[in-house]
């Protein structure tokens, strides 16, 4: 069973930055594509980035140029860095590891809350 514990989240005025930080249990990390996703009130979840093993990354249109993703397999841990926060990005971030090719498996975390104020 695989867990994921993410760390990082907050208050923080528009135009500020925060790093968040999902940390992996077990040996499947580095195999696996981590995403960042997250929810508003009222809104279905939504994907941020994800990073595959092979480094890949991808981004939602809305972050682009402001969110970066990135990985470290020794560390079992995949970061958000958030620049240039804007009040539309406050909502629960979430952390996903999930496999890329067959057996399938998706883990998700517990959640950080992000809050921007204007």
């Known amino acids: 069973q695989v867990q994921l514990v993410e760390s990082g989240g907050g208050l923080v005025q528009a135009g500020g930055s925060l790093r968040l930080s999902c940390a992996a249990s077990?040996?499947?990390?580095?195999?696996?594509?981590m995403g960042w996703y997250r929810q508003a009130p009222g809104k279905q979840r939504e994907l941020v980035a994800y990073?595959?093993?092979?480094?890949?990354?991808n981004y939602a249109d809305s972050v682009k140029g402001r969110f970066t993703i990135s990985r470290d397999n020794a560390k079992n841990t995949v970061y958000l860095q958030m620049n240039s926060l804007k009040p539309e990005d406050t909502a629960v971030y979430y952390c996903?590891?999930?496999?890329?090719?067959?057996?399938?498996?998706?883990?998700w975390g517990q959640g950080t809350q992000v809050t921007v104020s204007s």
């Open positions: 990073s595959t093993s092979a480094g890949s990354t």
């Open positions: 077990g040996s499947i990390f580095s195999i696996s594509t």
């Open positions: 996903n590891l999930q496999s890329q090719t067959l057996p399938r498996y998706s883990y």
